[in-house]
Nanobody, 124 residues
């Protein structure tokens, strides 16, 4: 069993930056794919970024967001730069019990564990 706890969300002005953290407990993360998804009211959960065999990004955030992981600390990060109001959402951390590649990391159904989410609000 893996427990995931996100932190780092908040309110930021357009053009600003935030760094989200996801601390995992229960299992070493070395062999897990770690992902970030986001969701706004009335919409499906949307893939943002993942770190499996490689790093994977949604087109909407490519070049602005960076995912990284520190296996020693069992923590994954999402550095978000050049934020805009369309990035406003609840951001969720997820873990899958295998290292995924290709299109698999973008599929929320492939993940086994989820955090509770952290709100990111970008004001214009």
């Amino acid at each position: 069993q893996v427990q995931l706890v996100e932190s780092g969300g908040g309110l930021v002005q357009a053009g600003g930056s935030l760094r989200l953290s996801c601390a995992a407990s229960g299992r070493p993360l070395r062999s897990y794919t770690m992902g970030w998804f986001r969701q706004t009211p009335g919409k499906e959960r949307e893939f943002v970024a993942a770190h499996g065999w490689a790093t994977y990004y949604a087109d909407s955030i490519k070049g602005r967001f960076t995912i990284s992981r520190d296996n020693a600390k069992s923590t994954v990060y999402l550095q978000m730069n050049s934020l805009n109001p369309e990035d406003t959402a609840v951001y969720y951390c997820a873990a899958a019990e295998s290292l995924m590649a290709g299109s698999m990391p973008s599929l929320s159904s492939r993940y086994d564990y989820w955090g509770q989410g952290t709100q990111v609000t970008v004001s214009s």
